[in-house]
């Protein structure tokens, strides 16, 4: 069995999801009373975001490299980001990381794939909504993403960076990221929408009613996880 390496803590509630769910997924594989192993670096929420806010690219990757270093020298077989918008930097990551890394975005766009959907909602940080590694990635599949309006997009950053990266969980922020994607379908004309925050399904992963696929990026980076492991 492969030790996965997670660098956690962006942030500290989807980090505390990745492990439960690994556990989780690594005991229905296997049924015989054991338990995977895992390494997690948690890292600081504040200096990732303020790199990414200052589009400071090149510190970014330095900084995850040194933290996936660290991974590497525990003792990981392979590693990944518990986050959505650190991917912003994956491929240079990527290129210099001492062991394997499971992008969360090829992961979801394969899960995309099976399912046979065409055009879907992307939700995330504001980062991830305006950024190209998402896109750019499911265009090479002849898969589209919308976003939501601008406005839209700001309640979404808002609400994830003061609410859902803090632990607060609230009805109401539930309804308005609701009302985003049925406005966005209704737009769009979207089958499906990729949750791309770990944060999100934290908030959205229950939901009852739906008729179109929610991607549950933090369950799927999980089910890639477990597989390498196994």
């Known amino acids: 069995m492969k030790t ?44 990732i975001r303020d790199l990414v806010t200052a589009n400071a690219l090149a510190d970014l990757t330095e900084y995850l490299v040194v933290e996936v270093q660290r991974l590497a020298r525990a003792g990981a077989d392979f590693g990944l980001l518990a986050a959505n918008t650190p991917h912003i930097v994956f491929d240079d990551v990527r290129q210099q990381s001492p062991i394997p890394l499971l992008s969360i975005v090829e992961a979801t766009c394969e899960a995309a794939k099976a399912l046979a959907l065409r055009r879907l909602g992307l939700l995330g940080t504001r980062f991830t909504m305006q950024g190209r590694f998402f896109p750019d990635v499911f265009a090479r599949e002849g898969i589209t993403l919308v976003v939501p309006a601008p406005d839209e997009q700001d309640y979404v950053h808002d609400k994830y960076m003061g609410e859902l990266v803090n632990g607060i969980f609230l009805p109401a922020t539930r309804e308005g990221l609701l009302e985003i994607i049925g406005r966005l379908r209704k737009r769009e004309h979207i089958d499906g929408v990729i949750l791309g925050g770990t944060e999100l399904p934290l908030i959205l992963r229950d939901v009852p009613g739906q008729d179109i696929p929610f991607l549950d990026t933090t369950q799927i980076h999980v089910r890639a996880a477990v597989a390498q492991m196994l």
Not at 13 to 33: F, N
Request: no cysteine; aromatic share 10%.
């Open 4 to 47: 996965v390496g997670i660098i956690g803590g962006i942030g500290p509630e989807s980090t505390v999801d990745y492990y439960r769910l690994i556990i989780a997924a690594y005991r229905e594989q296997r049924q015989d009373g054991s338990y995977p192993a895992i390494i997690i670096n948690s890292i600081d929420l504040n200096k």
